[in-house]
Nanobody, 127 residues
């Protein structure tokens, strides 16, 4: 049974930083990619960033480029999202998810392509 457990969310002032973690278990992830999404109240779930489990190649959505960085620690089966220069519009529930069997294709950026999801962690940025 795949489990994804997010942590690290909280309340931070604008301009501050947070690091989210996603501890993954229950599957061999070597052919997968891991993604971070976010969902603000009344809005659709939005792609944030993703990384290949094995090779480490990454993609970041335009709104977070230069501020957020996704990374992976294969030994700990944990994916991170370092968030710097946070803005109030970054306020959302952040989810990690598995793009299963990504292989050689492009990493997906739409939620429906992700098979497994965590419960989410709340990030609130005050102005």
């Amino acid at each position: 049974q795949v489990q994804l457990i997010e942590s690290g969310g909280g309340l931070v002032q604008a301009g501050g930083s947070l690091r989210l973690s996603c501890a993954a278990s229950g599957r061999t992830f070597s052919r997968d990619a891991m993604g971070w999404f976010r969902q603000a109240p009344g809005k659709e779930r939005e792609f944030v960033a993703a990384i290949r489990w094995s090779g480490g190649s990454t993609i970041h959505a335009d709104p977070v480029k230069g501020r957020f960085t996704i990374s992976i620690d294969n030994a700990k089966n944990t994916v991170y999202l370092q968030m710097n220069s946070l803005k109030p519009e970054d306020t959302a529930v952040y989810y990690c998810a598995v793009d299963a069997w990504v292989g050689a294709r492009n990493i997906a950026t739409i939620p429906t392509r992700y098979k497994y999801w965590g419960q989410g962690t709340q990030v609130t940025v005050s102005s």
